[in-house]
């Protein structure tokens, strides 16, 4: 696992649950480092030992857990250019959806060697859609949950979301897109700001 993807477990669990709460982890994991280096790879096993170490210590499922680490990646203040990333994507949380295929090959633009699940998005009929989340590692369609909530909510849009399992190998993520513009979106300017 690449890992910039546990360096983000990391940063999320310090970030909101706090430092001691992430060394709990760390030792319940039985880790013998506190801390993941973002350009190394780790074997999937130790990701694995993590997260159920931190559903564990937070007493709640792990969907619900990777659901919230997917909802940080675009909405915590430290990780803005992550969610610049992904607002390239479209203008309209619509044509963010569409631009789904081509999610793995804009982050390897960033980072060369992350490798993302592919995802594929199949329109059903006019605002209904399912993404399918071909990915190692069961579970990341949770995370696309978090991540297209928070980015809902960012474009303004109402949407209904709904994780349905696992089918032909690869989890399908429903998303029914209620209003587009349901309420004001969060600023978004195609150039970075400096101060």
Known sequence: ?????NRAIERFVRDTYGREVWGAVTRDADLDFTRFEAMLDYDAAITDRVLAALARRLDRPLPDVLEDVGTYLVSHPKLESL???LRFGG???TEFLHSLDD???RAALAVSDLKLPEL???EHAENFYAIDCHSGAPGFGYV???LLRALADD???L???EHKGMRNGCEIVEVRLMAAEHARGRKFDLGARTA
């Open 1 to 5: 696992m690449h890992g910039l993807i």
């Open 83 to 85: 969610r610049r990333l």
């Open 91 to 93: 203008p309209t949380f």
């Open 103 to 105: 999610l793995p090959a």
């Open 120 to 122: 594929e998005l199949r």
């Open 144 to 146: 696309i949950v978090g």
């Open 155 to 157: 474009y303004g849009a």
């Open 159 to 161: 949407v209904l979301l």
